[in-house]
């Protein structure tokens, strides 16, 4: 039996984020600056389930969009690979389905799971990747022109469109006006504040009155933060590492700024939202102790995207609509007690409601074989409702496809029912997020300086004028 990466042991350990590091076979290299102690965890091959480590830098070609590949000779390997592990039971028993029979046709299929980084890099650097890739870096492979312009292939469908797919999934596997990726696998609600009931009881709060500001959210923090007579972090509120709570776009969307505008290639990091942000998030730091929560992520287990939530460990966190369906699958025991609600702003907006949409991706490598074979295989897992219902089952996930919504029940999963009520309620919504090519770089950064905030190495300031600096020169360096 294969060993299996999910999107908690995946992000952690570097998989396939940094495939943008060798993209640009020929250009030069400079080294990224190193993430903090208290953000490195172990590597960890856990069997389920979005940040990724910092892009090492890459000086990127001029490279113009290219024309979809013309349809490869029947009887072609299709080859598929993928940064998760937590597919691998749907695409299991869908490829034993009639549907996926009649999208293979005469080709074969080698679908490859939990596939890390040096084996993507390599295989992208000799010219010889494969035919499909997700839970990857879309938008690092997409500026630097090293996937196929699907637009042709789009519009020749019979099976799929546009229109089938929540418009900002869609928007989002597009760069500089060409289709590079096809949404579908999964795609929805990415924003809101999941917490255990159980823990939050132990605690003496209130499951039934959730705190919705950073301010309210720090006191439960505290509340819910345990350590043994010898100071050992035993339980701690919220990681504010963890899932989506570090995110640059999480940290704009919750303070109301744009930290990257895309037309422009500016990034605005040194303001004064990012810099609060900074400093409450550091509080949280503080009061687990820098050390001791750097010892709780080094524990076997607890390191991963989410993972200490399912041991119990983390008693909230700050998670996408994927989570109750994913905690529900992996540790049922767990998700009997998890509650949903909106993710937290800082009180001078308290009331906001935020959300954001986004999704993931088919994208096709420039050199695969068959991109022809791997597009109508797309087709099938992308915009089939065979495929959504096969995923939501064994995975958790919903595709990107408004009309497959109204088959499933909002109620299914603990938590599951605030997501859905979220898409109609939210009154501020996160356009096109994760567009930065230097995204994760950032979202390294500025782990590393919460880290040194709480150890009183660096004030909010000049930490977030440090981060600034550093992303300007990456920019360059990559030859954006």
Known sequence: MSKQISRRAFLRVGALAAAGATLAACAPKAAAPAAPAAADAPKVEATKADAAPAVEPTKAPEVAPTEAPAPETAGALVQWWVGWGNLTPAVESLQKTPEFKEALGANTFEFKPSVNAEAMLTAIAGGTPPDGASNVDYVQFMAKGSVSDISDLVKASKKLNKDMFLPDPWANGQWKGAQYGLPGLEGGPNYGLNYNAELVKAAGLDPAAPPLTWEDLLEWHKKLTIKDASGNLKQIGLD??????????????????????????????????????????????????????????????????????????????IEGYWHPGETKIQKPEVAVNNMATWAPVPASRAGKKIQMFNAHYVIFPKEGKNTQGMFNLSEFFCGSDVAAAAIWKEVGWLPARASFYDTVKSDEYPGLKFYFDSVKQADETLRRPRRSPIHWFVNTQLGEMRDKIARGQMTPEDAAAEVQKRADTEWKNQGY
């Open 240 to 317: 504010p590492y963890d899932a989506m709570a570090g995110e640059p776009d999480f940290a704009a969307a919750s303070y109301g700024f744009t930290w990257y505008d895309e037309d422009a290639g500016k990034h605005n990091i040194n303001n004064p939202g990012m810099i609060e942000h900074l400093r409450i998030t550091s509080e949280f730091i503080k009061e687990a102790g820098p050390d001791q929560l750097a010892g709780l992520r080094q524990v076997e287990g607890n390191g991963g995207w989410g993972a200490s939530y399912n041991t119990k460990v983390q008693a909230m966190i």
